[in-house]
């Protein structure tokens, strides 16, 4: 049997500046999907969403940012775990301001139905010099959900650098998520690479952006042969779409379009890379690949 999995990814404008009335718009949005479309198994939200940030600036209040950030789990996180339980679906809340020992992350976290939180991800590359406020994470995050499989996290300019997607998919996963927010010219640039980062990796892709004052949607769905699935405008909106993760394990085997089986010729090939200097390219996920050769029709992997 498939292993389906239904995700919503919505676009939204925050209310600005306001940490609870963003709260309140995210949480008619996932009880509304809950109640349309119960076959949607996890609800998925923008960069930085849950403070109401609109631009990267100091507000007039100057007290704003202690006031909107904190501890990872804390008060900002207690009552996405309870939306988490009212819905019954996974959650993956954009992210928010971290406060840990006077520094501050962009942290997003990923909780299960049951309200718990299951991983907890720092953005590794703050938009710099933009985000020169902001502490780097110095860890990858990948997370399981039962009976379906391995999915990857990763916010905004991460995507950039295409060893953090790389090293996901090494780290098992087979769906990555990339809240992102961003308004800026380059949102065209991001959409080749968020294409680039599915076909590379063999994966589903998710890039959820915001709207408004600090972002310019066009989120999108691309899955593992690099197809987009959807790709939104500039209006609110969400998308749903129910993703095969066997779709994941068949690209792999026999190769994008049936032709190229490339994780499965890069771990094979011999060569040497800095990334997997301490962990060679057959201890991770992609050990998991059948044997690089031509398959026929009906055959096993």
């Not at 949005?29 to 960069?47: G, T």
């Not at 065209?188 to 294409?195: F, G, I, K, N, Q």
């Not at 609110?236 to 993760?245: A, Y």
Request: with cysteine.
């Amino acid at each position: 049997m498939s292993r389906l999995f239904g995700i919503a990814a919505v676009q939204m404008s925050v209310e600005a500046w306001d940490m609870d009335g963003t709260f309140e718009k995210m949480a008619d949005v996932a009880l509304n999907i809950h109640k349309q479309m119960p076959w949607v198994n996890m609800v998925v939200y923008h960069e930085l969403v849950v403070p109401g940030l609109v631009q990267f600036k100091t507000p007039v209040d100057v007290n704003w940012w202690k006031k909107n950030s904190g501890p990872v789990p804390g008060p900002q996180t207690d009552r996405l775990c309870e939306l988490a339980c009212k819905t019954r679906q996974w959650l993956v809340p954009g992210s928010m301001w971290e406060m840990m020992d006077d520094k501050m992350y962009n942290t997003s976290v990923v909780i299960s139905p049951d309200g718990e939180i299951v991983a907890k991800y720092r953005k590794m590359f703050p938009w710099l010099p933009y985000e020169a406020g902001t502490t780097p994470g110095d860890q990858f995050c990948v997370f399981d959900i039962p009976n379906v499989g391995r999915f990857g996290l990763c916010i905004c300019y991460d995507m950039w650098f295409p060893e953090v997607s790389r090293t996901l998919a090494w780290m098992g996963a087979e769906v990555i998520i990339q809240p992102t927010l961003t308004p800026t010219s380059d949102r065209e640039l991001e959409l080749v690479m968020a294409r680039a980062n599915a076909l590379f990796n063999q994966c589903y892709f998710v890039s959820i952006n915001g709207i408004g004052a600090w972002g310019g949607g066009r989120s999108t769905i691309i899955d593992p042969d690099g197809r987009i699935l959807q790709q939104a405008g500039t209006n609110q909106t969400f998308m749903t779409e129910m993703l095969d993760l066997d779709h994941t394990t068949r690209t792999r085997e026999y190769g994008t379009l049936g032709l190229a089986q490339t994780l499965k010729q890069l771990r094979d090939s011999g060569h040497k890379f800095p990334i997997y200097e301490n962990h060679g390219l057959t201890e991770g996920g992609f050990n998991q690949l059948g044997k690089l050769k031509f398959h026929h029709i009906n055959n096993e992997p």
